[in-house]
């Protein structure tokens, strides 16, 4: 089973409104409630495919019971925590205006009862996957932890993080690491755009990371790892909506770790899964038509500093 | 007991954000949960006053379930729908934006239902509030219904509703009804300020009112009833947020009526508590030295034709 890691779920709100006037009072037309947070969206991309999936992580109060409510039919052992987890709202008036509360403040024994309850889990999983931001509280190095243990359980583990979690998280030795050009030139601590992204993720496997899966938009993905370097993209850019594209990225991976598949096999199905979910209107999603024309078409090339230029970065 | 009826509550969400920007993304800073509805605002302004308050109402959902806990220490009998209720979100930047979802859909037998548990909840009530929209489902004569279940069980009965709903309770006669300025110049078919509202509520009583009392912000209380006409007015304009004003006027009308105060006492305390309302951040609270204050300062006259200028309606 593959094991989805949400540390800070969330209940994602969809508001529909004629038009966003500040400072005015709104009817909301239409109301959409989904489970939130990456790790929930790549589960359930990979329930979609029919991958084994089990989701954990922490979840409290009244938000809390209506995401597992939500969650009903798909396995989950989520940990409790006393404060109540969050809510994202969504105004949509044809463009998006998004409001994100922060999430619940773990205590330092919570988190330590979520190692513990994390460790126990590992022992089923032939995967996990860590994704998504951390709930106050949770120190900046809970991923790090994470991967230390489940290195220690010889359970290959996948990391989509930012910031100080993720620097963290890489020097722990994840198996996988798939930053977005933003985090992974933030990571480098070169502005957005400039930078060499092979050169980055060189620097990243180095620093810790097994392979580094780097996301980069409508150029597709640019892969670094132990058995040489790949990047693929779609025949053409997929209009859509670019939210989630990432969570379908990480559930190829996860998918193709647990499967064993060759790396530019992977790298090529990890972009088509992607474009899959662009067309999509809401995270955690992929169209399977998309997925199973692109899958046929996508092709990975290796690749190499000159390969790469700095302006896609 | 003052029996409060709360066909549409609302959990009521306020966030903190430093500035709201159209299709941005925010992080909320602060988060407030809160029961809302005008009748749990009612409810809760009359518990301040250490007056003996049950809430009923329809209620359903993950929702229902969050403001049925934050309601926990307070009696309460709401009759479960199959539907959500609903969430009102507040964004606060300095000025707030409001988002008001609808409620869930009531069914034909969720409504006879609610009616026979109101029948029997009419039993031990001195006094039964009727405030706030009806959700989708309730017929627009939903609260015709229960003015005619409460006369029938000999139960005074003040009723705050807008457009057809307050049409067809005024028609079952209710012994109160406050409409505010604009309610009552729809009701009355004028446009909001044009009018006479002196005449607009004398129709109201020969339409089924036995009293009307109009709230008219800044310029007061006009009460037109079966003992005479009165008005009154805070001695000075009170700065603050108005909403919740109109709630705590029917707290002090519940009151009122169940101690059976001569109507000039209740008007001058009506005017003072909707004042104290007013310098609270939010509604369904009153500031009690406010309250105190104004009671002792706050006079009803005597009202009629002349008395009212029509450019105050």
């Known amino acids: 089973v593959i094991l989805t890691v949400t540390l800070n779920p969330a209940l994602d709100l969809t ?3 004629d038009t966003l006037v ?10 959409a409630a989904r489970p939130g947070g990456k790790g929930l969206n790549v589960a359930r991309v990979l329930h979609q495919l029919g991958e084994p999936v089990g989701a954990t992580g922490l979840i409290g109060g009244g938000t809390g019971a209506e995401i597992l409510a939500l969650l009903a039919d798909r396995p989950h052992a989520f940990a409790p925590v006393a404060g109540t987890s969050r809510r994202t709202v969504t105004v949509v008036d044809g463009d998006a205006t998004g409001f994100w509360e922060p999430g619940p403040t773990v205590t330092p024994g919570e988190w330590a009862s979520f190692r513990a309850h994390f460790a126990a889990l590992l022992d089923g999983a032939d995967v996990v996957v860590l994704s998504g931001s951390l709930p106050p509280g949770v120190p900046a190095d809970g991923y790090a932890a994470l991967v230390t243990a489940a290195r220690a359980a010889g359970v290959p583990v996948i990391l989509d993080a ?7 998280g890489v020097a722990a030795g994840p198996d996988v690491v798939k930053p977005n050009a933003s985090e992974l030139a933030a990571w480098w601590r070169t502005p957005p755009g400039g930078g060499d992204p092979y050169a980055a993720a060189r620097r990243m496997r180095s620093a810790g990371a097994g392979a580094v899966i780097a996301t980069r938009g409508a150029a597709g993905l640019l892969a670094v790892t132990p058995d040489g370097a790949w990047r693929a993209a779609p025949p053409q850019p997929v209009p859509g909506n670019p939210t ?15 499967h064993g598949t060759p790396w530019p096999q992977l790298v090529a199905d990890a972009v088509a899964l992607s474009a899959a979910a662009v067309t999509e209107p809401v995270a955690g999603s992929v169209h399977l038509p998309t997925y199973a024309h692109l899958r046929d078409t996508v092709v990975a090339e290796a690749a190499g500093p000159a390969a790469v230029p700095t302006e896609e970065c």
């Not at 500040?22 to 109301?31: A, C, D, I, K, N």
């Open 15 to 17: 508001y529909g409104v």
């Open 162 to 168: 930012d910031g100080e979690p993720l620097r963290h």
């Open 22 to 31: 500040r400072h005015g009072t709104h009817r909301v037309r239409t109301v």
């Open 244 to 258: 989630g594209a990432g969570d379908a990225c990480v559930a190829a991976l996860a998918r193709g770790l647990r």
